[in-house]
């Protein structure tokens, strides 16, 4: 009895063991896995998305040489697959950089067709530089629940062509907890491969009427509870923070909340590498992915965004694209 007892122990040690071990191994293997990426669209300049003329082969070269020489970012995520931007697959290729792909979606059902085509296209060209996919950004956040469809489309498009990387459609935080608090999974939970949320306490100062006012050095700690919000609704999907950042300006600049006239969050380069840097840090504790947004400002973007919209970028959308020293 007493060998029996002896035999049992031991078993149990080695399993136990075990357990501690695969824990351990699984824990370095995602803290090695994580990304740190930068969000990279090339209309820079006077370019636009909405009208005229397109980024050229030159333009994202140039960009991408930038961004490899004055940041550490060896990770991008790009907003589309089409008018030339399919070039960066290349570019960022021979550069040995990867990236998350965002097949872009909108409210033409012709044109999604052409962008899910192309997709499809280079996520085969380019299996070992495209990491992931994703069908749309914010789509939801932008068209309500209209083109749920078009994301499904695009979703079961890319299952049928036999893509063999992991596939989501990224949006806001608030829409993948289905617009309630506590969290609460939307039908896209059991469609997708991985989840991508965008959180920015910014625009949550700005538009939100219940969570708290977040200045700078408490942006990094809310990105990490929106993260662990999503990851408690959805267990076992691997969640990347798809965007999150700080405007560097106008310097000094404060948005104010449109309920309560709480003014907490301030513009400046300061803050906005406080930002990025604590939330990076943050992440990689973590073992967790993130992508800064983003990578070269827009100047395109205020007629969508007000004075703010044109200081995202970790490094300037005019030549000689000057980024902030991380």
């Not at 002896?6 to 824990?27: D, G, K, N, P, Y």
């Not at 708290?212 to 929106?226: E, G």
């Not at 930002?275 to 827009?298: I, Q, R, Y």
Request: hydrophobic letters at 40%; one cysteine or more.
């Amino acid at each position: 009895m007493k060998q029996l007892l002896s035999v049992i122990i031991v078993f149990i040690m080695l399993v136990v063991s075990h357990s501690a071990s695969a824990r351990e191994q699984s824990t370095k293997s995602t803290k090695k896995d994580a990304l740190q990426c930068a969000a990279f669209s090339p209309y820079v300049g006077k370019l636009n998305p909405d009208y005229g003329a397109h980024p050229s082969k030159e333009l994202i070269n140039q960009l991408l040489d930038k961004l490899i020489k004055d940041t550490p970012f060896r990770c991008i995520m790009t907003y589309g697959v089409m008018n030339g931007l399919e070039y960066t697959f290349a570019a960022a290729e021979a550069r040995h950089i990867k990236v998350i792909a965002i097949i872009w979606l909108d409210d033409d059902i012709a044109v999604n067709s052409r962008s899910i085509a192309s997709g499809i296209e280079v996520a085969k060209a380019f299996p070992k530089t495209i990491i992931k996919l994703s069908c749309g950004s914010e789509v939801r956040t932008r068209h309500d629940y209209a083109f749920d469809g078009e994301i499904s489309r695009c979703i079961d498009s890319l299952r049928k062509a036999g893509v063999s990387q992991p596939i989501t459609t990224i949006d806001t935080w608030w829409e993948w907890c289905n617009r309630v608090s506590p969290c609460h999974q939307t039908n896209f939970g059991a469609q997708v491969d991985w989840i991508g949320i965008n959180v920015f306490p910014w625009w949550e100062n700005k538009h939100s009427d219940v969570l708290p006012c977040t200045p700078a050095k408490k942006a990094a700690d809310f990105h990490i509870a929106r993260l662990e919000d999503i990851r408690r609704t959805y267990p076992g999907k691997e969640v990347i923070l798809t965007e999150f950042g700080w405007p560097n300006g106008p310097e000094g600049g404060i948005e104010t909340n449109k309920f309560t006239q709480q003014r907490c969050g301030v513009a400046g380069k300061k803050n906005q590498a406080l930002v990025v840097k604590s939330t990076f840090k943050k992440l990689a504790e973590k073992g967790w992915s993130g992508v800064v947004f983003e990578a070269f400002s827009e100047n395109w973007k205020p007629s969508e965004e007000g004075d703010f919209g044109s200081f995202w970028g970790i490094c300037q959308g005019e030549p000689p694209y000057t980024c902030i020293n991380f």
